[in-house]
């Protein structure tokens, strides 16, 4: 065993999009950081397939965004589902689904989600997973991120100031080590984790063939007594098969004759596979580690969470986790974190995760194979049907709803800043998103307050100082937007400056801040 590299700051298990986009925020907030990937080619046959195609969710595109990344991101240029639902004459696309019950973009009322601005992100967006990890590959080593393919973390060894990692055969020592490495992670695994959940109802597969024409399986997703079928194109097919899991934990191969009969018995069809191109199975176990974080060891994506992929949710939470941790990691790595921040990332993101396996979990709930579970279909489809239904549907799809609970008593405290759009009285300027691209906080100052730009100057570069007119300020005067575009304090009337020091310190500590806070403080006795 050898150990020729340098020390880093943090070392992320995994080059997934979860663990390339941590990179990222680390290596922008001027983290040494070393990128571990047990492949060792990035490329892979599922990725470029339909279904390596992933549905971004609001909070993704925004951070997307936020970073200057949505631009370089080679997206389809139509956002809709790629399904459509024909009723009578109209043809309706699809903008997403619930266990296979569709919801159409035009029955969703926007006007129920008040502190969303219509802008240039979009609720939702069709990304191939190709083309986003070759994008953050890019911008990683752009950021001087060291990224080495082909080593699989082997040991971990954490020790008080460091931890040490075995991977093809070396070993390397950084202050932080952060798992992204996926639902069999070995980061997870090597450390003190707890991995709760449920056990898994279905056996999922994933298949390129040639069926033998004319095939009887239709376009589109079809619940059959048996378990589901989707075709997306021609021969690429998903299956779920309600074997409680059985196919995939058998960890046989999976060949031809297999996957011809679980064809047939879940479509209820006689359809023949000419020639299996590709064939992997899945299941909806849902698992969740019970603690994100072991000492020095964090988790994040799959690693710390698995379920079915259903709504293709798990991409989203996964980037949700790295845009959460990349700050508070790198304030904790440059010693200006103020006690506890780290400890924030669990608390805030564990019940996201939450959250989203119990929303999995629902779905597979309605799809099993018998009569209590299609009633509840036939109750969820018609409740969908409606413009109510479809709109909370949305919002939880899309990540609209997405919150942390942060205290405050103002509305937009833990939720996405507005994309508040700086208008300089000739064309448009700025959006609040792309003010964000160096990845520091925000004071926003609707008003021009000028107690508020004493403030910010007393933080020094701790955070930056946005003043002006916007085209619709929601009613809001003055808030403080944390790097992830979480807002920590907001204001409708008069600042209050008490509560704007106790949030930046809290948040984001250190001298400058704290005598800024103590100045705020005596400033609002007086």
Known sequence: MTSTSPHYDVIVAGA??????????????????????????????????????????????????????????????????PFVTATG???????????????HR????????PWRLPGVTPTNLLAEMAELEAMLARRAHALGVEIRRGLAVTKVEQAAHDVTVHAGGQAFTGRWLVGCDGARSAVRKAGRFEFAGTAPEFTGYTVKADLV???PIRMGRTMTPAGMVIQFQPGHLALGDFDGGAAHDAGQPVTREHVQAVL??????????????????????????????????LLAGDAAHIHSPLGGQGLNLGLGDAMNLGWKLAATVHGTAPAGLLDTYHAERHPIGARV????????????????????????????????????????????HTHYDLGGDHPLVGRSVPDFVFDDGTTMSTTMGAAMRDGRPILLDVGADAALAAFARRCGDRMTYVAGAVRDSLGVRALLVRPDGIVAWACDGPPD??????????????????????????????
């Open 16 to 81: 997934g999009p979860v663990g390339l986009f941590l990179a990222c925020e680390l290596a922008l907030a001027r983290c040494t950081v070393l990128v571990l990937e047990k492949a060792a080619d990035p490329d892979s046959p599922l990725k470029r397939l339909p279904f390596g195609i992933r549905g971004l969710s609001s909070p993704s595109i925004e951070a997307l965004y936020r970073r200057g990344l949505l631009d370089e991101l080679q997206v389809p240029k139509k956002l809709e589902h």
């Open 106 to 113: 035009e029955d969703v009322d926007a006007s129920q989600w």
């Open 89 to 103: 004459t109209q043809v309706r696309r699809q903008a997403g689904h619930f266990a296979g019950i569709p919801f």
């Open 497 to 526: 400056r008490t509560g704007l020091a106790h949030a930046a310190a809290r948040w984001f500590g250190g001298e400058d801040v704290a005598d800024a806070a103590d100045a705020a403080e005596h400033a609002a006795m007086r």
């Open 264 to 297: 047939r018995r879940v479509s209820g069809t006689d359809a023949t596979i000419a020639a299996l191109h590709l064939a992997t199975t899945w299941t909806d176990r849902a698992r969740q580690a019970t603690a994100y974080r072991d000492g020095r060891i």
């Open 357 to 400: 396996l119990d929303w999995s979990r629902a779905q597979v709930a309605i799809m099993r194979p018998e009569p209590a579970a299609r009633a509840l279909h036939a109750v969820l489809r018609d409740l969908m049907d409606t413009r109510d239904g479809a709109t909370y549907v949305a919002g939880r799809v899309w990540g609209i």
């Open 213 to 215: 024409e004319p095939a």
